[in-house]
């Protein structure tokens, strides 16, 4: 029983060891992660200053932004007033709002490029956090392990109390057996001592009768030796089973201080762990507030951009402005010589309208005269057809009556008993000449009938054409009307372009001329013509917009009319042709009077 326990006692001590191991490797842990989190508050600490210089050189980049504006606004109204007499200062002021431009634009370049590296450095701040988290998580994981083995020790240390308990108890039983086994033994050692000297002295007496005085001295010398032999050795007995009782309770004393060492070991480890997760939720704050921060500062960086870019088109416009108040002038004579041209082409064009529309009058008229005479020649052709089916109806009689004489002479001469002979020459020739005329009256009659539905077909197709022909010089007429009606508008509002344009002129020399000029922005001479323009009437406004597409239309209808034309009067005069041609070969083919006999 007592090796056994020591054996308990040992595997304590060492499961003691592993976990004051363990703790170590926790506060290890644990002071790792407190010098990330310094290292992160540090971190913060700079992000945070860098941010503020941040926010710092932006308020001085928009402060060069403004002034720069300030300079191109005074800029423009010194260009307003002295615009003629003081081009080359104005050049030499606007050279240096560029160059005050472009520096602002460097200085606004390197707030972004310290804003990129500030990012940077707060992804890496970030990912230290990440890590320094991650890490605080795995101590937080650990020293939840280690809580949950301390408390299994705990139960262990109070089985091992348990057992240490019933090890007192059973220690007492033992100090009582080994009381009652030393009384035992005392008296048995005692009875046994007595027992033996009482043998030994019975044998001393017995030997005394035979052996001398000093042999028994000798014997009882022994024999006290052996008596005081056996008390030592139970006195050492005595010691031995004292000092392993001492080893026990000291253990007992060594385990009960671990047990409370462990104990407030654990309190400690719950302590630091409040305190871990408190620095953690410090830490999420933080870092939300960092967000926030470099959110802001991403509006802020766009607000300059957006400013800037505001400011870039503000130059532009100026510069664009310039440009553009001294191309005016110009423009407006380019648009005045337009105008005129335009007008010149509106009247060639007209002219040309009239000179087509006098030409389709006359092929009108040829057309005219083409289908009367190919009605007079559709007239004979019907004419000569009824000549031709009236010889057909002669020939018919005049064969019937020459079959009804040779049946009548037939029957004479059979009644008479004579006969008349035809040789076969002439019975062929005359069968040939009635198949030949046959032949010839179909021919005749199908041709005419041919003739006269080509002819009809013919005249529809030329009173539609014809009708087409007078609808397309209808719309060039009015095509005409309308381009003259346009080039007077045109002509009216050159005169009312020009009219206003002299009088702008005059007003802007006596304003120049004048001692007295308010500083003022340059007046832009388009708007100012189309203001006046659209004071001198709607109609002169919308000309130039709308003759463009007018004059396109128009020639577009003059060119589809003419192209129409072409095709279409070769082609009646084709039509024409051929029936020409078909009535004159069927005059040809038909011989009138002819004798079928």
Same mark, same amino acid.
């Given at each position: 029983k007592r090796v056994e326990k020591e054996t308990q006692l040992l595997l304590a001590q060492r499961e003691l060891k592993k976990y004051k191991e363990r703790l170590r490797s926790a506060e290890s842990t644990k002071d790792q992660a407190l010098v990330e989190l310094e290292k992160a508050r540090g971190i913060a600490n700079t992000l945070t200053y860098k941010l503020s210089g941040l926010n710092e050189s932006k308020e001085s980049s928009l402060l060069a932004t403004q002034t720069a504006n300030d300079q191109a606004k005074e800029l423009e109204g010194a260009n307003s007033n002295n615009q003629i007499s003081n081009d080359t200062s104005w050049q030499t002021e606007l050279a240096d709002a560029r160059g005050r431009y472009s520096s602002v634009v460097a200085e606004l370049d390197e707030a972004k490029q310290e804003l990129r590296r500030m990012r940077q450095e707060f992804c890496a701040s970030t990912d230290m956090k990440a890590s320094a988290a991650a890490r605080a998580t795995e101590a937080v994981h650990a020293i939840e392990a280690n809580t949950g083995r301390a408390h299994e020790l705990r139960k262990e240390i109070a089985a091992v109390n348990d057992s240490l308990t019933h090890v007192k108890h059973a220690y007492v039983q033992t100090m009582q057996e080994h009381a009652g086994i030393m009384k035992s033994l005392e008296d048995s050692s005692s009875t046994t001592a007595a027992q033996q000297t009482q043998v030994v002295l019975e044998a001393l007496q017995m030997e005394a009768h035979a052996e001398d005085t000093g042999d028994l001295e000798a014997k009882l010398a022994a024999t006290v030796a052996e008596v005081r032999s056996i008390e030592q050795q139970l006195n050492s007995v005595k010691a031995s089973q004292l000092s392993s009782l001492a080893s026990v309770t000291t253990d007992l004393t060594e385990a009960k201080g671990t047990l409370?060492?462990?104990?407030?070991?654990?309190? *400690?480890?719950?302590?630091?762990?409040?305190?871990?997760?408190?620095?953690?939720? &410090?830490?999420?704050?933080?870092?939300?507030?960092?967000?926030?921060?470099?959110?802001?500062?991403?509006?802020?960086?766009?607000?300059?951009?957006?400013?800037?870019?505001?400011?870039?088109?503000?130059?532009?416009?100026?510069?664009?402005?310039? %440009?553009? $108040?001294?191309?005016?002038?110009?423009?407006?004579?380019?648009?005045?010589?337009?105008?005129?041209?335009?007008?010149?082409? =509106?009247?060639?064009?007209?002219?040309?309208?009239?000179?087509?529309?006098?030409?389709?009058?006359?092929?009108?008229?040829?057309?005219?005269?083409?289908?009367?005479?190919?009605?007079?020649?559709?007239?004979?052709?019907?004419?000569?057809?009824?000549?031709? &089916?009236? %010889?057909?109806?002669?020939?018919?009689?005049?064969?019937?009556?020459?079959?009804?004489?040779?049946?009548?002479?037939?029957?004479?001469?059979?009644?008479?008993?004579?006969?008349?002979?035809?040789?076969?020459?002439?019975?062929?020739?005359?069968?040939?000449?009635?198949?030949?005329?046959?032949?010839?009256?179909?021919?005749?009659?199908?041709?005419? =009938?041919?003739?006269?539905?080509?002819?009809?077909?013919?005249?529809?197709?030329?009173?539609?054409?014809?009708?087409?022909?007078?609808?397309?010089?209808?719309?060039?007429?009015?095509? *005409?009307?309308?381009?003259?009606? &346009?080039?007077?508008?045109?002509?009216?509002?050159?005169? =009312?372009?020009?009219?206003?344009?002299?009088?702008?002129?005059?007003?802007?020399?006596?304003?120049?001329?004048?001692?007295?000029?308010?500083?003022? $922005?340059?007046?832009?001479?388009?708007?100012?013509?189309?203001?006046?323009?659209?004071? $001198?009437?709607?109609?002169?406004?919308?000309?130039? =917009?709308?003759?463009?597409? &007018?004059?396109?239309?128009?020639?577009?209808?003059?060119?589809?009319?003419? *192209?129409?034309?072409?095709?279409?009067?070769?082609?009646?005069?084709?039509?024409?042709?051929?029936?020409?041609?078909? $009535?004159?070969?069927?005059m040809a083919s038909y011989l009138p009077g002819e004798n079928v006999s």
């Open positions: 409370h060492k462990l104990a407030e070991e654990e309190q *400690t480890q719950r302590n630091l762990l409040e305190s871990l997760k408190m620095e953690l939720a &410090k830490v999420k704050r933080e870092h939300q507030e960092l967000k926030k921060k470099e959110a802001e500062a991403e509006i802020i960086s766009g607000e300059l951009q957006s400013k800037l870019q505001n400011a870039k088109d503000e130059l532009a416009v100026a510069l664009a402005a310039e %440009a553009k $108040v001294r191309g005016a002038s110009d423009e407006l004579i380019s648009t005045l010589n337009q105008l005129t041209a335009e007008c010149e082409d =509106a009247k060639v064009e007209a002219d040309k309208m009239k000179q087509e529309a006098e030409m389709l009058k006359r092929e009108a008229e040829t057309t005219k005269i083409v289908l009367e005479d190919s009605e007079k020649r559709l007239s004979v052709a019907l004419v000569e057809a009824e000549e031709a &089916k009236a %010889a057909e109806a002669s020939a018919l009689s005049q064969i019937k009556s020459l079959s009804e004489k040779t049946d009548a002479a037939r029957a004479s001469t059979s009644e008479h008993g004579a006969k008349i002979t035809i040789s076969m020459e002439e019975f062929d020739s005359l069968n040939k000449k009635v198949n030949d005329a046959d032949t010839l009256a179909g021919m005749k009659v199908s041709a005419a =009938a041919a003739l006269v539905e080509a002819v009809k077909a013919s005249e529809t197709e030329a009173m539609k054409k014809l009708e087409s022909i007078r609808k397309e010089i209808e719309g060039i007429q009015v095509a *005409t009307a309308e381009a003259i009606k &346009k080039a007077e508008m045109a002509d009216a509002a050159k005169s =009312a372009v020009e009219g206003e344009l002299k009088r702008w002129r005059e007003r802007e020399q006596k304003k120049w001329g004048s001692a007295e000029i308010s500083p003022r $922005v340059p007046v832009d001479q388009k708007e100012y013509v189309a203001n006046r323009l659209s004071d $001198v009437g709607p109609a002169t406004v919308e000309m130039k =917009a709308c003759w463009a597409d &007018k004059s396109a239309n128009n020639s577009r209808k003059i060119v589809r009319s003419s *192209t129409m034309k072409k095709k279409m009067f070769p082609s009646l005069s084709g039509i024409f042709n051929r029936k020409k041609n078909q $009535v004159e070969a069927g």
